[in-house]
Structures are given as structure tokens and as C-alpha cells.
């Protein structure tokens, strides 16, 4: 457990790297004026070198012999030379302003980021010295539990399983940490007031669960990779590499090791999640828009990020994510709507942005490329996006068991599933075993 002179300290070493990023940043507007101020002096000569090429025409047409026509001439070809490279300076310094401005404003961010970091530490600081915390750190390292021990030990590819039993158990050390901030999945349960969402959580900010919600101007910032349930993942996490490791000597195939928390998978800033008894089903969420946010993370948290069921009418603009996620935004099973102009926090173009096709029966992992004409569900024109961003009837080779359909008979294939899972208590891998079990019945499979 972190003790009082630990959140100091951490908080020191994030104030130190604040003010490190503040000069990083000064530095890079410093040559960004360098480069505006060499960029007028370009302009300047490419104007003098336009003048000075008109009055050598101007004067070749008046000249009195062939030859002063043809000096004239020469001039004035000289000063094309000196344009074009005057305009080619220009250019380039137009390019170092944008690079230096995205550098600029990454290191403003990274500043931003470590000082709240740094605030959460000496928050977390004062509450123990008022619950009378010890101030003397600890070098005791937290012990793996026998039962992961035992976990990783009988099967250390069940990266997610030995992941989701890491973060139960240290949920019951670090109460304070909500799996989700807002798990909006009723009428009743309404966003807060746009803003800053500076909270850390464990696996997702929003859990968008129901139609017709508008999510706009969040700052969405994920401190959780600087607090002490992190620090403790990773300790744990150490110990259970140790044991891959140690299982792997003699191994013929190695296991993969696991990552640490600023690499744990399904996290989200925004998840899209229709209603809990049809999601595994390609049930449907529609009229929800996420516009105008920014989402700022360390860590690989995923965007914008939809895996189960289907989305009419989704709205996907203008915003800004910086994190070194894959999938900054993917949706898979949008059917209509559109994605626009989200880019980086810098402003360049978002390039991590992928439509997959819709996947029935969760980890069963059953998708549908195509729907019969006579359904309700159709893959629509998303506008905004890149074709090659549009993956949503091509095969997802890379996923493990992939089952594939075209042709699918989705109204058909909801019917039987409903009145099969009327029955609203059974557990979600029973209802995505049904889902991907019917499936077969209503399309074709796909070779």
C-alpha cells in the first residue's frame, strides 16, 4: 500500500517533469517565431525578386539593341531562380511551424497531464495524513495471490482471465476506483455537465448504453497509469511473468508475457454498449452522438470503441484523441451515420479509425459481412471516412475462430433469439453461446 512519503515523492518527480515540459514547450515556440520571422523575410525577398523580374521586362520590351533585350531577359530569369527558392524556403518553414506547434502543443499537454498527476498524488498524500497513514515507505512488494499464482500457472494464456483477476482483487485494496465513471444504461441516468473529467477509472469513462444521447465537450484525461492500483498491477504482474518465465525454460512453444497496466486491454474513454440482454445478439443502439471531446491518455486507452451489436444513426465528429491506442475509434457493426473530422490533439488527421463488421455471440466471435435485402440491418455509407478505413464486409483474418456470414436474415435471427433468451437473468456468456449457435440458421458461412 502507498504510504504518505510515496505520494510525495511521486508527486515530486511529476512536478520536476511538468516544469521539464514547460521549457520543451517554450523551446519549440521559440523556434516557431524563429521560423515565422524567417518565413517574412522569404516573402519579402520572393516580393523584391517579383518586382525586380518586372522592371527587367518591362525594360527588355523598351530595350534599344538585341543584346540588352537578351541581358534584360537573363535577369529577369535570375529572379525566377530566386523565387523559386524563396518559395521553396517558404514551404519548409511552413512545414517546421506546424511540426514544431504539434511538438508545442503535446509538450503543453504532457505538462497539463503531469501536474494533475502530481495533484492526485498529494491529494491522496493528504487523505492519509488525516486517516493517520504511516509516512515511512514500505519495502515490502505485494504478493501475488495463490489462487493467480495458480491461475498462471495452469494456463498462462489466459492473459484476460489472469488480467480480470488481478484487477478483482486489487478493486477490494483500492475501493476509491471505479471500474466506470458513468455507465449510462437508462433514462434515468443522465452525462454530467460538459467539462474536464479528471477522475481516474479502471476500465472505462463512459458506457454508453442507451438511444438518443448527445456526449459532447468532455475533456476525457486517464490518470489511472500514475496511481498506486497501477503500480501495484505492475508489481503483480512482474511476479506472474516471473512464473511464465520460469515455465518457459523448457518449453517448446514460450507463452507470451503479460503487459503492464499502461497496456491492459478494454479500456475505453467512450464505449458503445446496446441494452445488456441483446448485445451479444446484434442488438441496436441508435441516435448517439460524440462530438466535440478530447481524450488524453498515456496509456493504450482505446477512444471511441464499440465490439457487440449494432449502431443506426451513430455521429462521430470533431474530435480530438491523443493516445498511442490502435484503436482510437473502431465501431463494429455501424450501419449508418457518419465520422468526421476527428484528428489529433495537434490537429492532423486521426489515422487509427476502423469500421469492422458486426460481431454476434461476443467472444464466439461470429461476424456477419452482409445482410439479406429483405432486412432491416444494411450496411449504410458512412460519410467522413476513408474507404480503406470501411473494413466492415471484409473477413477479420487475424481473429482467433472467426466464423464468417453474408446474406445474414437479421430480423429472423432476433426473433428466435428473443424468445429463446426471455429468460432476462441468463449469465452473458450463455446468452453469446445462444447467439453464435442460432447463427448458422439465417446466413450463408462464408468460405
Avoid at 230 to 251: E, K, P, V, Y
Avoid at 339 to 355: D, P, V, Y
Avoid at 398 to 417: E, G, P, Q, T
Wanted: charged share 20%; aromatic share 8%; glycine share 6%.
Amino acid at each position: 500500500m502507498a504510504t504518505i512519503t510515496d505520494h510525495l515523492n511521486a508527486a515530486k518527480r511529476e512536478r520536476q517533469e511538468a516544469i521539464r515540459q514547460q521549457q520543451l514547450a517554450i523551446e519549440s515556440t521559440r523556434l516557431v517565431q524563429e521560423r515565422l520571422e524567417e518565413k517574412k523575410t522569404e516573402i519579402n525577398n520572393r516580393n523584391e525578386f517579383n518586382r525586380r523580374k518586372f522592371a527587367a521586362l518591362q525594360a527588355a520590351q523598351r530595350a534599344s539593341s538585341t543584346a540588352e533585350a537578351n541581358r534584360l531577359r537573363s535577369d529577369a530569369a535570375y529572379c525566377d531562380t530566386r523565387i523559386a527558392a524563396s518559395n521553396a524556403r517558404i514551404v519548409e518553414c511552413d512545414r517546421l511551424i506546424v511540426l514544431w506547434k504539434e511538438r508545442a502543443a503535446t509538450q503543453r499537454a504532457n505538462m497539463q497531464a503531469c501536474n494533475e498527476r502530481a495533484a492526485g498524488h498529494e491529494e491522496a498524500a493528504r487523505r492519509l495524513r488525516e486517516q493517520g497513514g504511516s509516512t515511512t515507505t514500505t519495502t515490502n512488494t505485494l504478493p501475488l495471490p495463490d489462487n493467480i499464482k495458480a491461475m498462471v500457472m495452469s494456463n498462462p494464456a489466459n492473459a484476460e482471465g489472469i488480467y480480470n483477476s488481478i484487477v478483482s482483487y486489487l478493486m477490494t485494496r483500492y475501493p476509491d476506483y471505479p471500474d466506470t465513471l458513468y455507465a449510462l444504461n437508462s433514462a434515468n441516468t443522465h452525462p454530467p455537465a460538459p467539462g474536464a473529467i479528471k477522475q481516474a477509472y479502471i476500465h472505462d469513462a463512459f458506457k454508453i448504453m442507451r438511444d438518443g444521447l448527445q456526449i459532447q465537450g468532455f475533456e476525457v484525461q486517464d490518470n489511472m497509469p500514475g496511481t498506486p492500483f497501477a503500480r501495484d498491477f505492475n508489481t503483480l504482474i512482474g511476479q506472474a511473468n516471473a512464473l511464465i518465465r520460469t515455465r518457459n525454460q523448457n518449453a517448446s512453444r514460450p507463452f507470451a508475457l503479460l503487459n503492464t497496466f499502461d497496456k491492459l486491454p478494454h479500456r475505453d474513454a467512450f464505449q458503445l454498449i446496446p441494452h445488456w440482454t441483446s448485445n451479444y445478439a446484434g442488438g441496436a443502439l441508435s441516435n448517439v452522438e460524440i462530438s466535440d471531446n478530447s481524450i488524453v491518455s498515456s496509456a493504450q486507452l482505446q477512444g471511441v470503441f464499440a465490439s457487440d451489436g449494432a449502431f443506426h444513426n451513430l455521429r462521430i465528429n470533431n474530435n480530438r484523441i491523443g493516445t498511442p491506442s490502435a484503436h482510437q475509434i473502431t465501431i463494429a457493426g455501424m450501419l449508418s451515420g457518419e465520422i468526421r473530422n476527428n484528428k489529433t490533439l495537434q490537429g492532423s488527421a486521426l489515422n487509427n479509425i476502423e469500421l469492422l463488421p458486426m460481431r454476434i455471440g461476443g467472444g464466439e466471435n461470429v461476424f456477419v459481412l452482409s445482410f439479406h435485402p429483405s432486412s432491416s440491418y444494411q450496411y449504410r455509407p458512412i460519410a467522413g471516412i476513408a474507404a480503406s478505413s470501411d473494413k466492415r464486409q471484409q473477413k477479420r483474418t487475424s481473429v482467433w475462430n472467426a466464423k464468417h456470414y453474408y446474406n445474414f436474415r437479421m430480423d429472423a435471427f432476433l426473433a428466435a433469439y428473443n424468445e429463446q433468451a426471455a429468460n432476462t437473468s441468463m449469465p452473458g456468456g450463455e446468452r453469446a453461446r445462444l447467439a453464435a449457435q442460432l447463427a448458422p440458421e439465417f446466413g450463408t458461412l462464408v468460405a
